[in-house]
């Protein structure tokens, strides 16, 4: 079933990027086979099973191709691909790009109410899932899912262990003849994936990218963080299937030729180990994935291998982090602003940490190659000048094409020519700095008093009895919600929420911002997609009311 999305943005917007160069104009198995050719041997990938090479995954991934072609596989179409990071993630990537359809990816972990809701909307035709990951048995609950999604005719399974009856093996399409495959030549502007967001409506966003944004725009924000112009060596600390992970295959390895280092599953002590082993330029993860590496002993004995960034998305970055992760890692660390709706800006490698102002670390300046940001007012969607706060919204060479299956997102998120509103609130200052200083729906309402959760965290974090904080907001019959600040201590000693608001107190946080509510937590969930879970922790506060607010000492306030 062909996927066709329409595009939100101007076609001589999109036709003036690729004749500036920047954009390539190329699909995205055109710009990987181009870097294949250019050095045969140069490895690809690095995970569990070793070293894989360009030539020897170019041939894998035709030999996929084949096999999915031979299911009835066409160009346009959407299939689903749900596998941890490893070379069956990047072969499924580039076989779907060869067959000029769309790819679907999310991560292995993720339930199948989730699963069933992105193939419906998507009316994805097949689905290549794991057959076993952490207990998980991916391809059996997709099978299950199938007589209720009339689009799905196949699903894939992935070894190791027998394909459950009714799926096909991928073991048997890996051993297709791919003598006569001829890889399509979609145009590089129609989609290539489908980012997945867990956003906060009901149902997961899905936002449709094209070849150009994700080569080009996506493209050209790592470009900016090589500064020798080598194919980089990139460490993935989340999913491949994430937004942040979209930087993996199609610009790590089809944009700049370079290596991808994958874990199957994130852990401190596994992420410690491949940069030593591996030596990556490249490290890119969330900032709580960061603080559990830099609790680890083998963080602070012999040195590890400076890489050229660190470069910490995916949720708000703190000084104290920044700092005790530049000194570990002996790297510049990089704070990336992003989000899979079609933003990006960072701070760059000019300096050893990112830089702060008064509303914490500051999100870079903008790379019009990237996208563009300007500050808009969040009704009327008027310019703002510098200085001034607002929505922050973006476009430019990365901004995707649309919302999948969502007309209503449409109209909600992106404006009449084709910007895309974030939902953050922040400023440009003289400088051209970006400022991120909340969200206009990630609040907590205290009395009709509007937190942001963000800013508490940033200063809590800064505790010296504070490991890791998320703080979320929970229901309350007097005041509608309370700020419950949900803690990793550091050391043996547990702060109090008395010990937590005379720090913020003396931070210069006003009383009505303090949190209510304390849960202490030995480390904090993360979502598949590797990102703190605050829906996971705001469960644990209502499962658990009498511990949050009474198992510490001055853990329960009165308003």
């Given at each position: 079933m062909t996927f066709s999305p329409h595009d939100l943005l101007p076609a001589e917007l999109r036709r003036s990027w690729v004749a500036d160069g920047t954009c390539p104009g190329l699909d995205l198995y055109s710009l990987f086979r181009a870097r294949q050719i250019a050095d045969l041997h140069h490895t690809a990938v690095l995970d569990a099973k070793g070293k894989l090479c360009y030539t020897a995954l170019d041939r894998k991934v035709r030999c996929l191709a084949t096999g999915l072609r031979d299911l009835g596989v066409r160009e346009g179409d959407v299939v689903g691909v749900q596998l941890p990071d490893n070379r069956n993630a990047v072969i499924a990537d580039l076989a779907l790009a060869a067959l000029g359809a769309v790819a679907l990816p999310f991560p292995a972990g993720r339930g199948p109410l989730e699963a069933e809701s992105l193939l419906r909307r998507a009316e994805a035709v097949a689905v290549i899932a794991a057959i076993e990951y952490r207990g998980s048995h991916h391809a059996a609950d997709l099978h299950a899912l199938s007589p209720g999604l009339p689009a799905l005719r196949d699903v894939v399974a992935v070894g190791p262990g027998t394909a459950p009856e009714g799926t096909?093996?991928?073991?048997?399409?890996?051993?297709?003849?791919?003598g006569d495959f001829v890889p399509a030549r979609p145009d590089p502007d129609s989609a290539a994936r489908i980012l997945v967001s867990s956003g906060s409506e009901a149902e997961p966003k899905m936002i449709a990218y094209s070849h150009n944004a994700l080569a080009g725009g996506r493209g050209n924000f790592l470009a900016s963080l090589i500064p020798d112009g080598k194919p980089p060596r990139c460490l993935f600390l989340v999913p491949l299937a994430s937004a942040f992970g979209s930087n993996g295959t199609a610009v790590t390895l089809a944009r700049h030729g370079g290596t991808l280092v994958l874990l199957d599953h994130f852990s401190p002590e596994a992420a410690l180990a491949a940069m030593r082993e591996h030596e990556p330029t490249h490290v890119l993860g969330v900032p709580t994935a960061v603080r559990m590496m830099l609790e680890r002993p083998a963080a602070e004995s012999e040195p590890l291998p400076p890489p050229t960034a660190l470069v910490l998305g995916g949720a708000p970055l703190d000084e104290t982090t920044a700092l005790a992760a530049a000194e570990v890692f002996g790297c510049p660390v990089v704070n990336l602003y992003g989000s899979a709706d079609g933003v990006n800006c960072h701070t760059g490698l000019g300096g050893t940490v990112p830089p702060t102002s008064a509303s914490g670390?500051?999100?870079?300046?903008?790379?019009?190659?990237?996208?563009?940001?300007?500050?808009?007012?969040?009704?009327?969607?008027?310019?703002?000048?510098?200085?001034?706060?607002?929505?922050?919204?973006?476009?430019?060479?990365?901004?995707?094409?649309?919302?999948?299956?969502?007309?209503?997102?449409?109209?909600?998120?992106?404006?009449?020519?084709?910007?895309?509103?974030?939902?953050?609130?922040?400023?440009?200052?003289?400088?051209g700095v970006l400022h991120v200083v909340g969200r206009l729906k990630d609040i907590v309402i205290r009395g009709g008093a509007n937190i942001s959760p963000a800013e508490v965290e940033r200063e809590l974090r800064s505790h010296p009895q504070v490991r890791d904080v998320v703080c979320v907001g929970v229901p309350d019959p007097l005041m509608g919600e309370r700020l419950a600040a949900c803690v990793v201590a550091r050391g043996p000693g547990v702060p109090t929420l008395d010990i937590l608001g005379e720090h913020l107190t003396a931070r210069g946080l006003e009383r009505r911002k303090h949190p209510e509510r304390l849960l202490v937590v030995e480390s904090v969930p993360l979502t598949p997609a590797g990102k703190p879970d605050r829906a996971a922790l705001k469960e644990r506060l209502a499962e658990s009311p009498r511990q949050a607010q009474h198992g510490v000492p001055g853990a329960h306030r009165t308003p």
């Open positions: 096909t093996a991928w073991s048997d399409l890996m051993r297709a003849d791919a670390v500051v999100a870079g300046r903008p790379d019009p190659r990237v996208a563009e940001i300007r500050i808009a007012a969040p009704v009327t969607h008027e310019h703002l000048p510098d200085g001034q706060i607002g929505e922050i919204v973006s476009r430019g060479p990365m901004t995707p094409l649309c919302y999948v299956a969502a007309p209503d997102l449409d109209a909600l998120y992106r404006t009449p020519d084709g910007w895309v509103r974030t939902g953050d609130l922040g400023y440009l200052d003289a400088d």
